[in-house]
């Protein structure tokens, strides 16, 4: 998926750029739109992304890191021309790459383009197709010092190829499929009911008798004659009382 945006950067020049040269005097971030992102992944999962940028330059042969954000207020290329453009949120992805023959490029050739693939988190792209709002995209490195100081391709770029793009996986939200539930639909439980007094041998009579004449509360357990093997019988539990009705 192609970009459809432009870096902070002079118009006559054909690349986006990222840090500092000069160790914060000079400054630079670049912005990314999609202008076809959200519509094509809407109602979507995506399940990996990649953004592709090829650097033309890098100011060491050391590899240091640059990071994706996702732009958190609108704006346009035609009037975002000015450090630090528009606001952005927390880094979704990052990459430390080797610079490749972009640190020895000092003419700054165009023929020079070395593949700096981002793997972003899908969480952002989850919430487009969900229906979230897409500023776009920024490339940002730190601007402390002169080391991060990268320039990318930009979506002019003579090399249709080099210029930068998405790549994604999705595909069709899908509902997940029953295949058992338990218990199963028009279950009817049989209800088991007991009621039980234990005498033992040393019981007198008058025990006897004054069980015979009480009232009782019975609380049970219902069980299915169809799961015998698995659920546990359990009789009745019996309290005795002087004014409760029978009920169950």
Known sequence: MPSGAHPIRDPKDRGRRQGSYDSGTT???????????????????????????????????????????????????????????PSYGSAIGSLTPDPGASCSNSTGSTRVGVKMPVPPSTSWFTRVAA???????????????????????????ATSGWRPSLDLTYGTNVEPQVNASYPPENFQPELLVYASREFTAGDDVARRKSFSGSRWRMSCRSQ???????????????????SWPWWI
């Open 224 to 242: 299915s004659t169809e799961l015998r093997a698995s659920v546990t019988r359990i009789l009745c539990g019996v309290v005795k009382a002087t």
């Open 27 to 85: 400054k630079a971030s670049s912005f990314l739109q999609f202008s076809s992102l959200g519509s094509t992944i809407a109602g979507r999962q995506v399940s990996a992304a990649t953004l592709n940028v090829r650097a033309l330059w890098s100011a060491t042969c050391t590899p240091e890191a640059f990071s994706v954000y996702p732009v958190t207020q609108s704006w346009s290329p035609s009037t975002t021309t000015i450090y630090p453009g």
């Open 131 to 157: 229906g979230g709002i897409d500023y776009g995209l920024a490339l940002a490195a730190p601007t402390g010092d002169g080391l991060h100081w990268k320039k990318f391709h930009s979506d002019d770029s």
